[in-house]
C-alpha cells in the first residue's frame, strides 16, 4: 500500500510542471537556397496547470546537418506575452545536464526522441534560455520562438526538427511536457547532385548524377544497421534484387522478380552487393519509352527474407541529372 | 674530315625522314594500312566515366566493327551494334564507305559519303566511341580494339 501512494506521489510531482502545450503557428520554409539565412517562427500556448514553485528555463533544440554547424550560426530568441521582451538564448554546453539522463541535451535529444529519418551525419544542438521565469499556476501565455540559421553549401534534403521545452521536464518520456515539429527541408542552388539525408543508405545508385537511361549500378551495404538493427540479410550467401519500373508516364509497370542471374547481385565486399543493369534492358522496355520511376528490394534465395524501407516500402531513387 | 660529319648528319637526317614518312603512312597503323586487309574490331571496354562497366554486361560482346582495306586506302566499314540495347551512333552503318582525317588526335574516322565523324582512333589502334545516355554529366565511350589476325582481302 505504501508503494502504491509513492508511485502516486511521484505521478503527482511529475505532472507539477507540466503544462499544456501547444503550437499556434509554425512559420518555417520548405526550401531554401544553400549559404542562406533562414528565419523559422513558432507561435505556442502555454497554459501552466499545475502548481509551481520552481522557475521555467524554456529550452528550444533544432536538430540539423552537421554540416551546418548550428552551434556556430544559429541565433535562437523568443518573446511571450508576459510582455517581458525579446529573450535570447545561449548553446548548451556540457555543464548543462538534461534532467532525465543526467548527460548532455544534444545525446539526450538522440537518444530518447531520435534523428528523424535522417541517414547522413545530423545533430541535436540545444539553446537554453538566459532568463528564468517566475511562472505561477495556472498561467497562460503565449509566445513566439525564432530561430535564425544559415543552410551549408550543398544541395540536401533533410528531415529539420524542433524541440520546444524546459529545464526542469528536460526530455520527457511523455510527449505533452515539451513541443515537437518535425520539418522535411531542402536546399537549392548548389553545385552538388543532391544529397537525400532521408534515404537510407543501405542502398545507394552509382554513378550518384543518373537518369533511368543511363547504366546504373544498385548497391546494398548490408553492413548498416536501421534503427540499431542488423540488415536481415547480413551474412547471406546470395542476395537477389527484386525489381519493378513503371513507365510510360507511369501507365504500365515491369516487375523483375525472379531469382536468377540476371537478379543476382555480385559481391563488392563484406555483406557489400551491386547489380549493374541498363534499366531499359533489365525491364525489357522498349528504347524511346521513358523510365519514370524505379523501386526495388532484395531477397534471399528462397524469397523468406526481403530487406525493404524501415516503412516496408521498395527503396526508390529519384533521378538526379545534373 | 668535315665531309664524312656532313654526310653523316644527312644521313641521319634522311633516316630520320623515312622514320618520319613510314610513322605517316601508317605501315603500322592499320587506319592507313598497306595492302587489302580487314580489320574487326572488339570493344575491350565501356568506360561510363572512371569506370569500366563492360564485365558486367553480356550484351556488348556483340558490339564489332569492320574496317577494310583496299590498295592500303579505307575501304568500306560496317559498325554492328545489333545486341546492345542502345544504339551509340546517329545511324547504322553498314558497309559504307569511309575516310580518315588526321589533322588532329585521335584521328577522325568518317563517312566518305556524309562526312560524318563516326568514331576515332588513336596510332595504338585504340577505337573509341564516345557517347551520351541520361545524364549530361556522365561521359560513355566504347573501347574498342582490333582483334584476331588482320585478315587478307579475297
Known amino acids: 500500500m505504501k508503494r502504491y501512494y509513492r508511485y502516486l506521489t511521484i505521478a503527482a510531482l511529475a505532472a507539477i510542471v507540466a503544462g499544456c502545450m501547444e503550437f499556434l503557428a509554425i512559420n518555417h520554409p520548405a526550401t531554401a537556397p544553400v549559404n542562406t539565412g533562414v528565419d523559422a517562427t513558432f507561435d505556442v500556448r502555454i497554459e501552466v496547470n499545475k502548481d509551481i514553485d520552481i522557475r521555467t528555463t524554456p529550452v528550444v533544440a533544432i536538430l540539423a546537418p552537421t554540416a551546418w554547424k548550428m552551434a556556430e550560426n544559429a541565433v535562437v530568441t523568443y518573446t511571450t506575452s508576459d510582455g517581458s521582451g525579446t529573450k535570447e538564448m545561449r548553446l548548451a554546453v556540457g555543464t548543462d545536464k538534461e534532467p532525465k539522463t543526467g548527460g548532455p541535451w544534444s545525446a539526450a535529444l538522440k537518444s530518447r526522441i531520435g534523428l528523424k529519418g535522417n541517414y547522413e551525419p545530423v545533430e541535436w544542438v540545444a539553446f537554453i534560455a538566459t532568463t528564468d521565469h517566475n511562472w505561477g499556476p495556472n498561467d497562460q501565455f503565449t509566445g513566439t520562438v525564432t530561430v535564425r540559421f544559415t543552410t551549408g553549401s550543398e544541395n540536401l534534403k533533410t528531415n529539420l526538427a524542433y524541440f520546444i521545452g524546459n529545464t526542469q521536464d528536460g526530455v520527457h518520456d511523455d510527449a505533452q511536457y515539451y513541443l515537437l515539429h518535425e520539418q522535411p527541408f531542402e536546399t537549392t542552388g548548389g553545385s552538388n547532385a543532391t544529397i537525400d539525408y532521408t534515404l537510407p543508405k543501405m542502398c545507394s545508385i552509382s554513378p550518384e548524377a543518373f537518369t533511368w537511361e543511363d547504366i546504373v549500378a544498385i548497391k546494398y551495404d548490408a553492413t548498416i544497421q536501421v534503427d540499431g538493427e542488423d540488415s536481415p540479410l547480413k551474412g547471406a550467401d546470395k542476395v537477389y534484387l527484386m525489381a519493378r519500373a513503371s513507365y510510360n508516364g507511369e501507365t504500365q509497370e515491369a516487375v523483375v522478380d525472379e531469382v536468377g542471374a540476371k537478379t543476382l547481385m555480385a559481391k563488392n565486399g563484406k555483406d557489400k552487393w551491386m547489380l549493374y543493369l541498363y534499366p531499359h534492358e533489365f525491364f525489357g522496355v522498349p528504347a524511346g519509352v521513358k523510365i519514370d520511376n524505379v523501386s526495388f528490394y532484395m531477397v534471399n534465395a528462397d524469397k523468406s527474407i526481403e530487406v525493404k524501407m524501415p516503412d516496408g516500402e521498395e527503396f526508390s531513387f529519384p533521378e538526379n541529372d545534373k | ?154
Request: with cysteine.
Open chain 2, 1 to 154: 674530315m668535315k665531309t664524312p660529319l656532313v654526310f653523316l648528319i644527312t644521313a641521319l637526317s634522311l633516316l630520320t625522314a623515312s622514320c618520319t614518312n613510314e610513322l605517316e603512312s601508317g605501315k603500322d597503323y592499320p587506319a592507313l594500312a598497306m595492302g587489302d586487309k580487314t580489320l574487326v574490331f572488339k570493344i575491350d571496354k565501356v568506360m561510363q566515366n572512371e569506370t569500366d562497366v563492360k564485365p558486367y554486361f553480356s550484351f556488348f560482346d556483340g558490339v564489332e566493327l569492320t574496317l577494310s582495306y583496299k590498295n592500303g586506302e579505307p575501304s568500306r566499314l560496317t559498325f554492328t551494334q545489333a545486341e546492345a540495347p542502345f544504339r551509340v551512333t546517329g545511324k547504322e552503318y553498314v558497309d559504307v564507305e569511309w575516310e580518315i582525317h588526321t589533322a588532329k588526335s585521335p584521328y577522325e574516322i568518317r563517312e566518305k559519303e556524309t562526312g560524318e565523324v563516326i568514331c576515332y582512333m588513336t596510332r595504338d589502334r585504340l577505337v573509341t566511341f564516345p557517347f551520351k545516355l541520361g545524364a549530361p554529366s556522365n561521359q560513355y565511350e566504347y573501347q574498342l580494339l582490333p582483334v584476331g589476325d588482320e585478315s587478307e582481302n579475297q
